[in-house]
């Protein structure tokens, strides 16, 4: 089998990568490196059947040929990340358009299986107990730039369901809630691995607004052979499947929660949402999926553990500062975390402040 994927070289990207390698795929990763790195597929670069190409999905003759002998496209490049959406707004509302639509007219043209990774995102402020996928959008103003994800993404799962119907591409619509797990940076304001650096280097949590928001967290080791199936189940195709975490938290417990098991130091900050967003931005107060119809599709069940992902998140926070790479689903250490010295907290500071854009705007 062999498998193109699009941002293959990104937090979720590169974990799909090492689970398709491992299952025996030749993988052709195709990546500009705006978000994703090299350093995330370490582990997998020595791998003979894998290869990857730099570029942009908004090149249309690099698609098509990097496309042309796939099996499958796994389309997880995109413009992520609420901070990056909103400073720049036409450069993701490009990337999110035109590029989709170049790997929709490739996969198209050569009758390759097509995953489209979409988002909760596309629910906007709807609040429901258990959103289902045919529950409605709330958006604000698409002349907000902090709706344009949401806005560019609805557009892609049509174009895709559009495909489908018109020309029976087999594509299949992930809706990921607030996918986590190692190598997730907290540079575009991602919680966990922002939460977890800062009870790492002993630095006051930064919750914003009132913490009571929540989400639920589900973790990559468990979201990753869901897309695969997906991909590989025609009763999928031409509709889209909730992949959330089973555990609804609000920011200010998971704060705590990251403080508590990690032995930290360090205190929780409430930020008001006028200093860490820019002006006239809108938070999502809830969002939880109901994951029915991907676990009677394809078996979805999420079975890690928020404690478990923290401990997962804070071993490749730790590893990254200390320039390693992070396995692919990190064993947990027996052990159990201990609470860093404060020689080894002034390290990793200097170490991850270079790598991490700081916090605030
Ligand atoms: N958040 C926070 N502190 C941070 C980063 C984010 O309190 O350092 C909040 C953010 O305002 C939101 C939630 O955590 O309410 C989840 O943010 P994230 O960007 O991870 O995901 P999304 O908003 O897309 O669900």
Redo the contacts with the bound molecule.
Sequence with gaps: MRSVVTGGAGFIGSHLVEHLLAQGDEVVVLDDFSTGSRRNLASAEGSPTLSVVEGSILDRALVDAVVTSADRVFHLAAAV???RIVEEPLESLRVNLHGTENVLEAACSTGAVLLLAS???VYGKNTSDGLTEESDRILGSPLKSRWTYAAAKGIDEAMARAYFDRYGLRVAIARLF?T?GPRQT?R?????P??VG?AVRGEP?????D?L?T?CFSYVGDVVPALVRLSETPEAYGRAFNLGGAQEIS?LS??ELIIEILHSPSRIEL?P?EV??PQGFE??RR?VPDNTNARKCVGFEPQTRLDEIVLAVEKSVRERAEGRNSSEYPVLDSAGPVAPSERDRESRRGASEAEEIP?RW
């Design positions: 990340g609420v901070r988002t909760s995102e607030n986590v907290g575009y304001g991602m919680v966990v922002n939460l800062q949590l930064t919750v914003y607004g913490g928001q989400r920011i998971l704060a930020v949402y860490s967003y938070d999502m969002r916090a």
